[in-house]
């Protein structure tokens, strides 16, 4: 697929997204929006490091903002400073809006819902998030996950959010696993 071809794909997934009412897309980040795994510890540069966010998170990031969809990382990795680099590296004019929840101790989550897997991270993100816009309402049925770990996924739907498993050798699969959301 050309890079014009996935940009118009990325379209109409984030448009597919809005008609279901999804306003908030959380997304990890080793392993999903980049192509490596860091294990929380990159030792190279944020350049060489913004060389792995896969093309389609380029394209699928600035549509699903174009339509007014939240976007956050969530991620284990504690590199939050780079993780926000690299954003701003790619999507200098919003990255400011992206949330991004790591293990880096700069946040924290008060509510009574679960702890396992991503859910405080994204909790504490829709927290934030809900403070900043008045008007939004963001809750379980307008939330999608997007990780590469079972494990984040299981925990997600066993919470009532919705989750896509982003196979990392076939990430192209998303778009098509996004447009058969019901």
């Not at 929380?40 to 174009?66: C, D, K, N, W």
């Not at 969530?74 to 590296?89: K, R």
């Amino acid at each position: 697929m050309n890079d014009q071809e996935l940009k118009t794909r990325c379209k109409e997934a984030a448009s597919h997204l809005t008609k279901l009412r999804i306003n908030f897309l959380a997304l990890d980040f080793d392993m999903t929006l980049i192509d490596i795994h860091t294990g929380g510890r990159f030792p190279g540069t944020v350049a060489e490091l913004s060389l792995h966010l896969r093309p389609m998170f380029f394209h699928l990031i600035s549509a699903a903002h174009a339509a007014g969809i939240k976007v956050a990382v969530v991620t284990f990795s504690p590199q939050v400073q780079q993780i926000s680099n690299v954003l701003e590296t790619h999507f200098e004019e919003f990255s400011h809006e992206i949330l991004i929840r790591g293990r880096d101790r700069s946040w924290s989550y008060e509510g009574n819902g679960m702890e396992e897997g991503k859910q405080p991270f994204m909790a504490s993100a829709v927290e934030e998030l809900e403070s900043k816009y008045s008007d939004l309402n963001i809750n379980k049925d307008t939330t999608v996950l997007v990780d590469d770990d079972p494990d984040n996924i299981r925990c997600a739907i066993s919470d009532g959010v919705r989750a896509l498993l982003l196979n990392p050798d076939q990430s192209h699969g998303l778009l098509d696993d996004i447009l058969r959301m019901p």
